[in-house]
Nanobody, 121 residues
Framework: QVQLVESGGGLVQAGGSLRLSCAAS????????MGWFRQAPGKEREFVAA????????YYADSVKGRFTISRDNAKNTVYLQMNSLKPEDTAVYYC??????????????WGQGTQGTVSS
C-alpha cells in the first residue's frame, strides 16, 4: 500500500512557475513508476508527465514538453513536477500517481488527493 500526498499548488501569473511535490509513504517508493496528471473543470483527467523506476526515464505530454520537468528523490520518497512558463490553460487540479509501469494512461495503482494549480492571465 502506498499513500501519496501532493503539495505546492497555488496561484501564479502567466509566465510564472510552480513546483509541485508528492510525498509517498512506505519503503518501496523506488520500485514504483510515478506519474503526474491533471484535471480541469469539466474535462477528463489527462496525463502530464511520468518517470520510471530504476533509471528514471521520463516522458511528457506534448502540451508541457519543454516547460515542465519531472524528477524524483528516492531517498526522500518524493516526486516533483517543476512547472515553468505557465499558461492559463495549465490551470487544473494536479494529481500524482504510483504504479508498477510507466504509462501515459490512468492505469496507476495509487493516487493522491490532488493539489490546485491556478494560472491567471
Amino acid at each position: 500500500q502506498v499513500q501519496l500526498v501532493e503539495s505546492g499548488g497555488g496561484l501564479v501569473q502567466a509566465g510564472g512557475s510552480l513546483r509541485l511535490s508528492c510525498a509517498a509513504s512506505g519503503r518501496t517508493f523506488s520500485s514504483y513508476a510515478m506519474g503526474w496528471f491533471r484535471q480541469a473543470p469539466g474535462k477528463e483527467r489527462e496525463f502530464v508527465a511520468a518517470i520510471s523506476r530504476g533509471r528514471g526515464s521520463t516522458y511528457y505530454a506534448d502540451s508541457v514538453k519543454g516547460r515542465f520537468t519531472i524528477s524524483r528523490d528516492n531517498a526522500k520518497n518524493t516526486v516533483y513536477l517543476q512547472m515553468n512558463s505557465l499558461k492559463p490553460e495549465d490551470t487544473a487540479v494536479y494529481y500524482c500517481a504510483a504504479g508498477r509501469i510507466m504509462v501515459a494512461t490512468t492505469d496507476y495503482n495509487y493516487w493522491g488527493q490532488g493539489t490546485q494549480g491556478t494560472v491567471s492571465s
